[in-house]
């Protein structure tokens, strides 16, 4: 191995360490206890060296976002996957989408509600931002209607899944429903 390549790898490496700290951080403690000195402190690395990967924190919430989108987009996948029919694709990612959101709220926060600086439905969208809507679209296309176009029902669809999470997250919406609204909105919108 060349010395450019350990280089690479070891840089490589930090910044993973980097996203993986901001993100470890934010999920115990919210994004508001994410700071470059905190970071640089938990990693052992000076400042210096952070922004050498990172600009600030609005780019390390975007490097989670990205890592987020890619998580979902895996989970969502492997939900309809193992699910049977159309009905039950649709319902296991709608499931494997609220399932994800509750489970790293900090990720979720990154990914649609924190400014990381990233550009969504353009042509420079980046690509697990891209990957995550296609995994959406691969199960929720089969299921939009005749005359409906398949990515405005995705988008649709995925604005009603992003209402559920965020009502649930911040309790505006009584938890024991949760099962009954994922039905509704499947029933409602899914033409199977």
Do not use: C
């Not at 990205?66 to 499931?95: F, K, S, Y």
């Not at 649709?156 to 997250?169: I, P, Y």
Request: negative net charge; glycine residues 8%; aromatic residues 8%.
């Amino acid at each position: 191995m060349s010395v450019q390549e350990r280089k690479e790898r070891e840089r490589a490496g930090r910044e993973r360490l980097i996203v993986a700290t901001a993100r470890e951080i934010a999920e115990q403690q919210g994004w508001d206890a994410v700071t470059t000195r905190r970071l640089a402190e938990r990693i052992e690395y000076s400042q210096p060296v952070l922004y050498s990967h990172f600009r600030g924190k609005r780019e390390i919430i975007g490097a989670v976002a990205l890592e987020g989108a890619a998580e979902m987009a895996a989970a969502v996948r492997a939900a309809a996957a193992a699910a049977d029919g159309p009905r039950a694709r649709v319902t296991a990612l709608a499931r494997a989408y609220l399932d994800f959101a509750e489970s790293n709220p900090a990720v979720y926060d990154a990914m649609f509600l924190l400014d990381g600086g990233l550009v969504f439905a353009k042509e420079d969208t980046p690509e697990p931002l891209k990957d995550a809507f296609a995994a959406l679209l691969e199960s929720l296309g089969e299921v939009a209607g005749d005359g409906v176009h398949p990515g405005v029902f995705t988008e649709v669809f995925w604005s009603a899944l992003h209402g559920l999470a965020t009502l649930a997250r911040s309790g505006r919406l009584p938890p024991e429903y949760a099962e009954r609204r994922t039905e509704l909105l499947v029933d409602r919108l899914a033409v199977i």
